[in-house]
């Protein structure tokens, strides 16, 4: 495995899917900076990395916080050649989450952290002209889901805003990857109380991610049979996916 950059910037690496793709990356010899919020977790990882994890705690939330990370991490460590957005948060409330109350929080950190990551690096990759930008979206975005409106309408504008990027990022040089992951055993699925088809380790997630952003195409998935079985239901009639979904929901609770 020879990934196309030296030095990986994971957000969302103190747990689940983003920790154990910052190890992966470690094994083949990748320079990793992860962070998250929790520092004790975060320096957990950096004993786990073996070298070549350096931890750099801040709340991508905070656009200020994340534009002065974004820098020290230039500064103290050298420039960012690749992005990985994993950090998310989840709402899966069965009360309406059609309220700002709701929705806000959610968008704070899986958007326009999201945002604050991209507009952190993005100037100094298309100055470069050359860079790697991955944005881990989700199949909850493809479309709208019981109990997941903050959530999927947050991964329906990420996937949006990586399409987006990529007409933007193409001209420079800059790569635009997004990440569609099926359900993975993380911290965050965790709280799920339904049954989870093709749920995957999260250590299998990272080596897809790892394998994806070495291997390029704009789009990585996995695991492919249950992404593919989706997409399909993304292409259905609304006559045919709405009693199709309320049917599934019923079985599955
Ligand atoms: N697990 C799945 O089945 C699944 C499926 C599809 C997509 N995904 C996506 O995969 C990505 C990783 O999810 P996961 O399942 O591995 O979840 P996870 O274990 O809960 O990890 C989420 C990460 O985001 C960080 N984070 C949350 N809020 C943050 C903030 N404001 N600032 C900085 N970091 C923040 C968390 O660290 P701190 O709390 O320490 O800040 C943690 O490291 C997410 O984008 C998620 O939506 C997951």
Not at 96 to 102: C, D, G, N, W
Not at 220 to 249: G, N
């Amino acid at each position: 495995m020879n990934p196309p950059f030296k030095h990986v910037w994971i957000i969302g690496a103190s747990s689940g899917i983003g920790r154990d793709t910052a190890l992966a990356f470690a094994k083949v010899g990748i320079k990793v900076v992860a962070s998250a919020r929790s520092q004790d977790a975060l320096d957990a990882l950096v004993k786990a990395g073996g070298g070549n994890i350096r931890a750099f705690a801040f709340d991508v939330s905070d656009r200020d916080a994340t534009l002065a990370a974004s820098d020290a991490i230039d500064l103290q460590y050298g420039p960012i050649d690749a992005l990985l957005f994993a950090a998310a948060t989840w709402n899966n409330s069965k009360d309406s989450q059609a309220s700002t109350s709701v929705i806000k929080p959610v968008f704070e950190t899986n958007v326009y952290g999201a945002l604050n990551a991209i507009e952190a690096v993005l100037a100094k990759m298309k100055r470069r002209q050359s860079g790697h930008i991955a944005i881990i979206s989700s199949v909850a975005g493809f479309r709208g889901l019981p109990n997941a409106m903050a959530y999927g309408a947050s991964k329906a504008a990420l996937t949006h805003i990586a399409e987006a990027l990529k007409f933007e990022c193409d001209p420079f040089g800059v790569v635009v990857q997004v990440i569609h992951p099926g359900f993975v055993k993380t911290p965050l699925t965790d709280k799920n109380d339904f049954k989870m088809p093709f749920l995957m380790s999260s250590e299998a997630a990272a080596d897809r991610i790892v394998n994806g952003m070495t291997k390029g195409g704009f789009e990585i998935t996995f695991p492919r049979r249950f992404t593919w079985m989706l997409k399909v239901l993304r292409a259905m009639p609304y006559a045919l996916y709405f009693p199709l979904i309320t049917a599934a929901t019923k079985q599955s609770s």
